[in-house]
Every structure is written in structure tokens, then in C-alpha cells.
């Protein structure tokens, strides 16, 4: 028989029982989704170039996403009192007066994760490759505020781009902002994707950003990318100058969304934007079409803040945050050179410093392009390895020395010995920093080329084979590493051993040796004189060069006797001239007035009693003068003559005329 529990232990149970009850009760209801039973309609007002003017929804958040009837998206851009100016996301075909407009509540957000490397992708995270559609687990807002100052670290670790201008003069550091500045046309997306490309060996993730570009040009980032780096690690946010100005205008804000999806998890990111120029000229035309007062060069005010929140974002975190770092290279183009314009003022004092790519020197074939004096690093030798930054100590001032030296040099040789030498450290400097694309360089061997430069290696051998030098120096390190290092030895620091960086420097030497025989082999072998112009006797380039002097002499020589001889030359073949000339006025002259006696002899002539004046001044009044008195009688003569050798009056009239022909012919000679 089954004992009957007590009053109290029962009434314990049941409470249990409805306590429990009630709590599952709650967490049901609290799984329920809830729809709210009415919502804001909006209507657009008009819509032109990708702008729509919304009225009816007054509680819209700034920068929420507003979606159209139709499925067309776009975000609230500038909030009115009575009018919504919102950006279009999408084609506007579908948009037009009336059109139903409801509010989601969200802000424009990006997925981010793993699962785009590799990928090509658009700002809102929609594929572009033709690949399966993305399902990432996490996104994040386009928006995000940067890190504060107490978030932040000092940066201190290189970012290693392979480039050897770069990084022994310009060091960027994980965590900087670096600006990539020049005119059009002078490498600035090439050095840039040099760096991503450069970070196929390491731990950094890379986001590139186009913006406005062409699709060629970013089909042929990609294509590069994808050949010479490792596209695994890298996410291409493509806004194509084809695509919508609103795309176009978050474009970089997604790419650092993205790369700070890998930040916060302690991993290194870099995003190249390419480039804020562009940007720059979307966010105006934003502004313009919106109806935002326009400031200096039509841009609105807030220009200045938009790009600095953006870079701002760029920091290395502290070790309570994990330690990660989000570097950035942006990218702006300049208008002949000029750096004072708006945005690259704007730029240059946001940023941790710039490169500034030249165009005169791309054009000489000096490329990277970079302009040495114009050019700095605000974080330089505290991010630099210390090897690398011993041995570049006194490169840039020896660069800049030789430039200013070879501007001198165009006026006139040198005689110093020392300046002499500091011009061929100076050229081989140049060789050495002009390096081809998706030649990388390792930090080892930019220190062994930078010793073996200081200790004068390199002053004996011609510029023309600094570059052999740099192709076959790192399998020549190589080998020389392997051979110093002992059988099953642990992995070894080479850059932190002086004395062992020493040694491959002086190995340099033996190399140079090596390929200096290989020129001077192929140019005995009887190859075209520019193929072997580069051997260390230059007797090639001496005998042309000996040859252009000989012409250059023979050319100034003959500039002299011109100058000597033409003046005086001139002004004898003058005077000759001009005598010759009156010489022969005179003949005729004469000549006429000895006709004109011959033809009539004493006979009267009224008309040409006095001689006529003539515009050409004094010798033809004296020829005309001496042919009226030789051909005219004494007065007592003339009438006399007149009375006793009379004539026909034809005859007399046949004089006259034949005067008057005389005197045309002597008046058209003169003025020949």
C-alpha cells in the first residue's frame, strides 16, 4: 500500500511544477517573431542619375538601407525635413515618380570571413567571378568607428614590399598608412600590387579596392595577382567606373570592413585602395546632385572627414586586443605634378607619409618612379629591420648628393677625384634601385646589396650589370647559406649575425667576378655591342662615346668658323654688291645719254631743260642731269640750228617717242 505524502510536501511539488511551467512558457514566447502590425510607406518624389528624393519617411536612420518596389536597394545619404535623399545601389530602371519606398531598419553591412579569399566581389559582397554565392557566417557594418588611441600600438614590425627603394629609404610598418601619389601613368597600381604580390611568403591577408577603374585595368590586377602572388590570400572589392556612383562611393569602407574582419582576430591585413582620387570625385558628384553647398575645387566641406575616418581605421592593436594590424596604401593621382591641390593635401596630412612616383623619371626609365626628395616615411627606421637599417644609413643622403652633383656636371667635367668617385656610387645606386615589376627581393639580400655597395663592391662594375647582379644574388645566397651552414644545424637568424652578413657580402665580390666573364665572354662571342656594352672595360660604350666627341668637335669646330668668318664675310659681299650696282646705274646712264646725242644732234628739246627728280634720290637726278646737258645745245647754238637745218615734223615726233622709251628703260633698270 502506497503511503500518502504529507499536505506541505505536496504543496511544494505543485509550486515546482508551476514555476517550471511558467518559465518554459516565457522562453516560447520569447522564440516568437514578432511583425509589427503596421508599417511606413514612403513615395518617391523624382529620381535622376542614381538619386532618388523619398517624402513619407521622417524616422529613417542616416546611412539605413531603404529598399524600392522592385527590389531595388539604396541607403539614406542626407536627411531633410521633408526629403530623403537616397543613393541608388542598383540600376534606376525600375525606379521612377511614386514608387513604393520601405524602410529594414539596418545599416549597409558586408559579409567578411575566410570565405572570401580568393574571391572577387562587389561592395555588397555579391560575386563578380562567376562563382558559387557566398555564405559567410558573419558581416559587418560598412560604418565602423576607428580604433581609440588606448586600442592602439606602436608600430614597429616592417611591412616588407620586395622593393628595394622602398624599403631601405620609405619603410612602411604594419599598421601605417603610406599615400601613393604621382600624375597618371607612372606605376603607383603597379608598385602597390609589387607589395601585395610580395606577400605571398607572409601572414598578411590582402584587400584590393578599385574604384572608377576600367574593367581591363582591374582584369589585369587580378590576372597579376593570380600569376606572380598568392591570390588564396587576397579579396578583390571591385566598383567599376561602369557601375553605380553609390557602389562606387562605399567601396573603400567595405574593403576595410573586411580586412578588419581579420584584425580583430589577430592577423595582419593590408587594403590597397585604387585610388581616393576617384572617390573623391564620386563623393562630389554625390554631393552636387544632393544639393550640398559646394566648397573649394566643388567639393562638399566634409570631404576632409570622409577620407579621414576612412584611414583612421588603419591601426595596430594592442596585445590586450590580439595584437593585430590593418596597414594601408592608398592611392591618389596628381594634375601635373601639382601636390597642392585639394586632395592631396587633404591625403598627405592624413596619411603616415607618401611616395611620390615622378613622371619625368618614368620616362627616363627610372622605375619605381620614385622621387627621393619628395618622398618620406613618418614611421621609417622604428619599423625598419635594424640589419637593413644599418646598412641603408647613408644611402639616401649619397643618392641625394650625387643628384644635386649631376646636375653640375652637365656644365662641365669634374677634376676632383672624390667627386669623381661619389659620381659612380651614385649611378650604381641608381641601377641598383631601378628594379623591374614582381621582382621581389628578400630583406637578406637588399642588406647583402646595400653592404656590398657600402664597402665598394659594386664601384668597379659597370651600371649595365648591377641587374644581373640582383637576378642571380638571392640563388647565389642561397648557396652560400647552405654551404656555411652545418649539417642538422637549427634554423639559423642570418640578419641578426654581423659578422655572417659580412661574409655574404664579401661573396658579392666573387659574383660580380663571375658575371662580369660572362659578359665579357658573350661579347668576344661576337653579340650586338649593346648586349655587351655592359662588361667592365666599357670598350664599347668608351669607342662610341670617344666616336661622338670626334663628331661633336668636328660640329663645334665648324659652329666656330661660321661665327668667325660669316660677319665679315657677309658685310664685304655687301659692299661688293652695292658698288657693282652703281657701277652699272652708271654704264647705263651713260650710255642712254649717248644715244639720245647720236640720235639727234643739236636739236632743241624744250621738255628736258632741268633734270626730273626721281624717287630713288640723287644718282638717278645726276644720271638723268648729265644726259639732259650732253644732249642739249648752248642756247645761241640751239636757234640757230633750228633755223638752218630744219626737219619734218614727223621726224621730230619719232624723237620724242623714242626719248620717252629711253627714259622708261633707264627708269625700270634703275629700279632692278
Not at 324 to 339: R, V
Not at 535 to 553: K, T, Y
Not at 558 to 569: F, G, L, M
Request: hydrophobic share 45%.
Amino acid at each position: 500500500m502506497t503511503p500518502t505524502p504529507d499536505a506541505p510536501a505536496a504543496a511544494a511539488a505543485d509550486a515546482a511544477t508551476g514555476a517550471g511551467w511558467l518559465a518554459r512558457r516565457r522562453g516560447a514566447l520569447a522564440r516568437v517573431a514578432l511583425a509589427p502590425v503596421a508599417q511606413a510607406i514612403g513615395r518617391v518624389e523624382r529620381v535622376a542619375d542614381g538619386i532618388a528624393f523619398v517624402s513619407g519617411l521622417e524616422d529613417t536612420m542616416l546611412n539605413e538601407v531603404l529598399r524600392f518596389e522592385g527590389g531595388v536597394t539604396g541607403f539614406a545619404h542626407t536627411l531633410d525635413e521633408d526629403l530623403i535623399s537616397v543613393v541608388l545601389l542598383d540600376p534606376d530602371a525600375g525606379v521612377r515618380a511614386q514608387t513604393a519606398v520601405a524602410r529594414t531598419g539596418a545599416v549597409l553591412e558586408v559579409p567578411a570571413g575566410p570565405q572570401l579569399l580568393g574571391r572577387v566581389v562587389d561592395p555588397l559582397g555579391r560575386p563578380l567571378d562567376g562563382g558559387a554565392p557566398l555564405d559567410a557566417a558573419h558581416t559587418l557594418p560598412i560604418e565602423r568607428a576607428a580604433p581609440a588611441i588606448i586600442e592602439r600600438d606602436l608600430v614597429s614590425e616592417p611591412l616588407d614590399t620586395g622593393v628595394l627603394i622602398v624599403d631601405a629609404l620609405f619603410t612602411i610598418g604594419r599598421g601605417q598608412r603610406e599615400l601613393i601619389i604621382g600624375d597618371r601613368a607612372t606605376g603607383k597600381t603597379s608598385l602597390a600590387i609589387d607589395a601585395i604580390v610580395n606577400q605571398r611568403h607572409s601572414d598578411v591577408i590582402c584587400v584590393y579596392v578599385a574604384i572608377g577603374q576600367r574593367a581591363s585595368a582591374v582584369r589585369r590586377v587580378i590576372d597579376a595577382v593570380r600569376r606572380y602572388g598568392a591570390p588564396e590570400r587576397c579579396v578583390f572589392v571591385v566598383a567599376p567606373a561602369a557601375c553605380a556612383p553609390g557602389l562606387q562611393w562605399i567601396a573603400p569602407f567595405a574593403g576595410f570592413s573586411i580586412a578588419e574582419y581579420f584584425r580583430d582576430r589577430g592577423q595582419h591585413a593590408l587594403v590597397v585602395v585604387d585610388d581616393l582620387t576617384k572617390h573623391a570625385a564620386t563623393h562630389r558628384e554625390l554631393a552636387l546632385l544632393t544639393r550640398e553647398p559646394p566648397g573649394r575645387e566643388a567639393y562638399p566641406g566634409d570631404i576632409f572627414y570622409v577620407h579621414a575616418r576612412l584611414l583612421e581605421r588603419a591601426a595596430k592593436l594592442s596585445a590586450a586586443l590580439g595584437g593585430g594590424s590593418l596597414s594601408a596604401l592608398p592611392i591618389a593621382e596628381t594634375d601635373a605634378g601639382n601636390l597642392a591641390a585639394y586632395i592631396p593635401t587633404n591625403l598627405i596630412s592624413i596619411t603616415d607619409g607618401q611616395i611620390v612616383l615622378d613622371s619625368a623619371l618614368f620616362a627616363a626609365n627610372q622605375r619605381p618612379a620614385v622621387d627621393v626628395g619628395l618622398s618620406v616615411s613618418r614611421v621609417g627606421g622604428k619599423a625598419q629591420h635594424p640589419a637593413l637599417r644599418a646598412a641603408s644609413g647613408r644611402l639616401r643622403l649619397d643618392y641625394a648628393q650625387f643628384l644635386e652633383l649631376e646636375a653640375f656636371t652637365r656644365f662641365g667635367g669634374l677634376t676632383d677625384a672624390r667627386l669623381r668617385a661619389q659620381i659612380t656610387r651614385g649611378e650604381r645606386i641608381r641601377a641598383l634601385i631601378t628594379q623591374p615589376r614582381f621582382r621581389a627581393l628578400r630583406t637578406l639580400d637588399e642588406v647583402v646589396l646595400l653592404k656590398a655597395l657600402a664597402a665598394g663592391a659594386l664601384d668597379a662594375m659597370s651600371p649595365d650589370l648591377v641587374a644581373p647582379l640582383r637576378e642571380r644574388l638571392p640563388a647565389w645566397l642561397d648557396a652560400r647559406i647552405a654551404a656555411l651552414t652545418p649539417a642538422l644545424a637549427p634554423p639559423r637568424d642570418w640578419l641578426a649575425d654581423d659578422a655572417a652578413l659580412d661574409a655574404l657580402a664579401e661573396s658579392v665580390g666573387e659574383l660580380i667576378e663571375r658575371i662580369a666573364a660572362d659578359a665579357a665572354r658573350r661579347a668576344t662571342a661576337g653579340m650586338p655591342a649593346e648586349d655587351a656594352a655592359g662588361d667592365i672595360g666599357g670598350a664599347f660604350g668608351g669607342e662610341q662615346a670617344r666616336g661622338d666627341a670626334d663628331r661633336d668637335a668636328d660640329h663645334g669646330a665648324n659652329r666656330e668658323v661660321s661665327r668667325e668668318v660669316s660677319p665679315e664675310a657677309s658685310r664685304e659681299v655687301s659692299r661688293e654688291v652695292s658698288c657693282e650696282v652703281s657701277h652699272e646705274a652708271d654704264r647705263d646712264a651713260a650710255a642712254d645719254a649717248a644715244r639720245v646725242a647720236g640720235r639727234a644732234p643739236g636739236r632743241a628739246e624744250p621738255d628736258r631743260a632741268a633734270p626730273r627728280a626721281m624717287p630713288d634720290g640723287p644718282p638717278r637726278a645726276q644720271a638723268d642731269g648729265d644726259r639732259a646737258s650732253a644732249s642739249r645745245p648752248r642756247p645761241d647754238a640751239r636757234g640757230d640750228a633750228a633755223r638752218t637745218a630744219p626737219s619734218p615734223q614727223g621726224g621730230a615726233d619719232a624723237n620724242v617717242d623714242a626719248d620717252a622709251n629711253v627714259d622708261a628703260e633707264a627708269e625700270a633698270r634703275h629700279k632692278r
